[in-house]
């Protein structure tokens, strides 16, 4: 079993920076990617961006690519999420998740979840 916890949400306002933490702890399989999903209110949770956990190639939405980087830090068990230049639109509950194959980008893909870290950017 894999637990995450996530950190690092507020409120900011637009063109502004916030950067989210994630921290596992339980299994670890090297192979496996780790991601960021976002959830608005009233529409369905969404892929953001996911990195290997073992080599750390990473990859992205269209809608955050150049201004959100997806790292991770093996030695603390972290995963990050630097976002730059933030819209109002990017106003969500942010989740961490964990356990899927590089590259999926689905929900269902992904076998562990932390609780969620709220985003909001004022215009």
């Known amino acids: 079993q894999v637990q995450l916890v996530e950190s690092g949400g507020g409120l900011v306002q637009a063109g502004g920076s916030l950067r989210l933490s994630c921290a596992r702890s339980?299994?670890?399989?090297?192979?496996?990617?780790m991601g960021w999903f976002r959830q608005a209110p009233g529409k369905e949770r969404e892929f953001v961006a996911g990195?290997?956990?073992?080599?750390?190639?990473?990859y992205y939405a269209d809608s955050v690519k150049g201004r959100f980087t997806i790292s991770r830090d093996n030695a603390k068990n972290t995963v990050y999420l630097q976002m730059n230049s933030l819209k109002p639109e990017d106003t969500a509950v942010y989740y961490c998740?964990?356990?899927?194959?590089?590259?999926?980008?689905?929900?269902?893909?992904?076998?562990?979840w932390g609780q969620g870290t709220q985003v909001t950017v004022s215009s």
């Open positions: 998740a964990a356990d899927a194959p590089w590259g999926r980008r689905e929900v269902a893909d992904f076998g562990s």
């Open positions: 339980g299994r670890t399989f090297s192979t496996y990617a």
């Open positions: 990195i290997s956990w073992k080599g750390g190639s990473t």
